[in-house]
């Protein structure tokens, strides 16, 4: 079974730093552009970052710029979303996802993992 | 920045056909894409590139895009349709975008 799973998530104090990590097993990451995607309480979802199959090119929602780096290992098949300055804002369920394709334009996600909550609170 | 709309809410009779709609600029220029999300769970691709259907995924949804919006139609719908439904699709100003979210109803 293809599958994502991510951890590192946790409470932590406004402007503190943290590491998400994702792992898959069943698959290999390497060839797929990965995205993040998070989910606030209650909320919609939100593309937070992507990354190319080579970990060359990424981009990130506006909010998240300057503060958030998603890199990935294609050695350990994994992905990783290191968050810092974090704010309440950043309060949410964060999702891994594949997208299958190697064009960004034609990216949708056929494989999201189970999700790691983020809570930011003093 | 690009923006993807979607109304809150559609409800429908069992057994009926459920349209839910996404607009965006020229969004049938583009490819959409759309998630089912049931409570406590992780989004599921139903539609993706505009119509195509994921193994797995029952013949009565089907996706359309052209002009401004995109459709996800599910015919014949049954209880456990009730759900959350995404559209998303890229754009080159913002990247990935998703929109709001519509929470269909099977009464």
């Known amino acids: 079974e293809m599958q994502l799973v991510e951890s590192g998530g946790g409470l932590v104090q406004p402007g503190g730093s943290l590491r998400l990590s994702c792992g898959a097993s069943?698959?290999?990451?390497?060839?797929?552009?990965m995205s993040w995607v998070r989910q606030a309480p209650g909320k919609g979802l939100e593309w937070v970052a992507n990354?190319?199959?080579?970990?060359?090119?990424?981009h990130y929602v506006d909010s998240v710029k300057g503060r958030f780096t998603v890199s990935r290992d294609n050695a350990k098949n994994s992905l990783y979303l290191q968050m810092k300055n974090l704010k309440a804002a950043d309060t949410a369920v964060y999702y891994c996802?594949?997208?299958?394709?190697?064009?960004?334009?034609?990216?949708?996600?056929?494989?999201w993992g189970q999700g790691t909550m983020v809570t930011v609170s003093s | 920045s690009y923006g993807l709309t979607q109304p809150p809410s559609v409800s429908v009779s069992q057994g009926q056909t459920a349209s839910i709609a996404c607009s965006g600029d020229k969004l049938g220029d583009k490819y959409a894409f759309w998630y089912q999300q049931k409570p406590g769970q992780s989004p599921v691709l139903v539609i993706y590139?505009?119509?195509k259907r994921p193994s797995g995924i029952p013949a009565r949804f089907y996706g359309s895009n052209s002009g401004n919006t995109a459709t996800l139609t599910i015919s014949a719908t049954q209880a456990m349709d009730e759900a959350v439904y995404y559209c998303q699709a890229w754009d080159t100003s913002t990247a990935v975008v998703f929109g709001g979210g519509t929470r269909l109803t099977v009464l």
């Open positions: 590139e505009d119509a």
């Open positions: 996802a594949r997208c299958p394709s190697n064009n960004p334009q034609a990216c949708g996600f056929d494989i």
């Open positions: 990354i190319d199959d080579d970990g060359s090119e990424k």
């Open positions: 069943g698959l290999v990451l390497s060839g797929s552009w």
